[in-house]
C-alpha cells in the first residue's frame, strides 16, 4: 500500500505517529516527507492489517491534518525491515 498524504502534514509530528501506531501492527515499511509538502506511506502487510492501520492513523489524531490521502495498492515486494522513517525525498 501506497498513500501521499496532503494537507497540515509536515513539521507536525505526522511521520512520528505513524511511525508510533505502525508497532501495534503487522507492518513493514517506510514513512517520508516529500519535496512538494506531502508525506510518502509505503507499508506491506496483509489486507486487513493495513487496512486497520490506515484507520489507527486517523484515529491518532491525524484527520484534522489531512487534506487529501491518494492510496494506492501493489503486490508486496517483500523488501522492508521494521518500519522506519526515511530522510526527504
Known amino acids: 500500500m501506497q498513500i501521499l498524504y496532503s494537507g497540515r502534514v509536515q ?3 505526522f511521520r512520528y505517529t505513524v511511525r508510533t501506531v505502525a508497532t501495534g501492527f503487522e507492518v513493514t515499511g517506510t514513512v517520508r516527507n516529500l519535496a512538494d509538502g506531502r508525506v510518502e506511506l509505503t507499508a506491506e502487510g496483509a489486507k486487513t492489517e493495513l487496512d486497520a492501520f490506515r484507520a489507527a492513523i ?3 489524531g491525524l484527520a484534522a491534518k489531512i487534506r487529501n490521502e491518494d492510496a494506492s495498492w501493489t503486490e508486496p515486494r517483500g523488501g522492508f525491515c ?3 522513517i526515511m530522510d526527504r525525498m
Open 82 to 84: 521494521g518500519f522506519a
Open 58 to 60: 486517523h484515529d491518532a
Open 11 to 13: 513539521g507536525v509530528g
